[in-house]
């Protein structure tokens, strides 16, 4: 009891003290406390107390006015015009042509006729000499003749060559507008390569058959061996 008096006996001494105090103060001028209260005071952050729930609560913060978006009208594109579907065209029928013969009118027909055809050894003033089907290798050039009818426009015939098969010599030889065209090729004959047997063909311009003909090259047997052999008595 003695200790809880004096503690309100001290209390009740500090009230009448801070009582008296406030009476002693002057009185306020209203025109100060008129423009105190109008003029702005600064504003203090007051610290708080983070919440364990909300961790961020309770921090000071001074933050900056966040300016506004400004909306203002953009410039809108044109529209692009849209042009319509073209209707699809049909693909043009493309009509077949035969392509030209590359040798001319004059060359483009067939309408020949293979009256006389020979393989010689010489031909002199348009007839051929020694005519045969096998030859000595020894002759070293054989002719080819041919007598060619031609009623329409002037053209040429192909003379091949061949040996064994194989092709020796292409030669085009003119065919003029007559009732009988003469003409000629040669070939030369190796006497060491070319025994065997050969082939002679004639074509048109348009690469038909008019002819062939097929003879022998040899050689020549040797004379002295002959002889021998003609001098054994028969049985």
Not at 44 to 57: E, I, M, V
Not at 122 to 133: A, E, L, S, T, W
Not at 212 to 225: G, I, L, N, S, Y
Request: aromatic share 6%; net charge neutral; charged share 20%.
């Amino acid at each position: 009891m003695t200790r809880a008096y004096t503690f309100f006996a001290a209390l009740l001494t500090l009230i009448v003290a801070l009582s008296t105090a406030c009476q002693e103060l002057p009185a306020p001028n209203n025109d100060s406390a008129q423009a105190s209260a109008l003029s702005p005071q600064p504003v203090q952050a007051t610290p708080q107390t983070a919440s364990p729930h909300h961790p961020g609560a309770g921090r000071a913060t001074n933050l900056a006015p966040v300016p506004m978006p400004s909306f203002q009208d953009e410039p809108q594109e044109a529209p692009v015009p849209v042009k319509p579907a073209e209707p699809k065209k049909k693909a043009p029928t493309v009509k077949h042509t035969p392509a030209k013969d590359d040798r001319g009118p004059a060359e483009a027909h067939s309408n020949l006729r293979l009256d006389d055809f020979a393989v010689a050894t010489n031909v002199v003033k348009r007839v051929p000499q020694g005519v045969d089907d096998t030859f000595d290798v020894s002759e070293g050039t054989l002719w080819g003749y041919v007598k060619v009818r031609n009623t329409q426009t002037p053209t040429h015939v192909t003379m091949v060559w061949k040996r064994n098969g194989v092709l020796r010599t292409r030669i085009d030889v003119k065919v003029g507008t007559s009732p009988g065209w003469r003409t000629w090729s040669r070939q030369r004959i190796r006497p060491q390569r070319d025994a065997g047997r050969w082939t002679l063909e004639v074509f048109t311009a348009d690469g038909d058959l008019l002819g062939a003909r097929t003879f022998d090259v040899v050689k020549a047997a040797d004379p002295q061996a002959t002889a021998e052999l003609e001098e054994v008595p028969g049985c």
